[in-house]
Nanobody
Framework: HVQLVESGGDSVQAGGSLRLSCVASGDGSFFVKRVAWFRQAPGGEREGVAA????????YYADFVQGRFQISRDSAKTSAYLQMNSVKPEDTAMYFC?????????????????WGQGTQVTVS
């Protein structure tokens, strides 16, 4: 099992920046798993934002990111990050970190096995 804890969510004005962090612990399999960020707005479905391969070489983004966000990971510290720039009010949501078997795509929520509790991002 892998336990994930997100942090970094905050209230920010449109056009600002945030950096979300995800720290993993558990059986050590984080190193070989795909890591992704998902988000869910009130009343909405959970949607993928970005994913990164175990090697960090491959990164996948949702179309709505439009170059504003960057996903990264530091496997030595079992952490992953989402740098959010030029945020918009429509980015307001609970953001979740997730891991699962590596597939060469961002994918859907059901492809991911372990999830954190989320961190709230509010853009006004």
């Amino acid at each position: 099992h892998v336990q994930l804890v997100e942090s970094g969510g905050d209230s920010v004005q449109a056009g600002g920046s945030l950096r979300l962090s995800c720290v993993a612990s558990g059986d050590g399999s984080f190193f070989v798993k795909r890591v992704a960020w998902f988000r869910q707005a009130p009343g909405g479905e959970r949607e993928g934002v970005a994913a990164i391969s175990p090697s960090s070489y491959d990164k996948y983004y949702a179309d709505f990111v439009q170059g504003r966000f960057q996903i990264s990971r530091d496997s030595a510290k079992t952490s992953a990050y989402l740098q959010m720039n030029s945020v918009k009010p429509e980015d307001t949501a609970m953001y979740f970190c997730a891991t699962g078997p590596f597939l060469a795509r961002l994918g859907t929520a059901d492809e991911y096995t372990f999830w954190g509790q989320g961190t709230q991002v509010t853009v006004s």
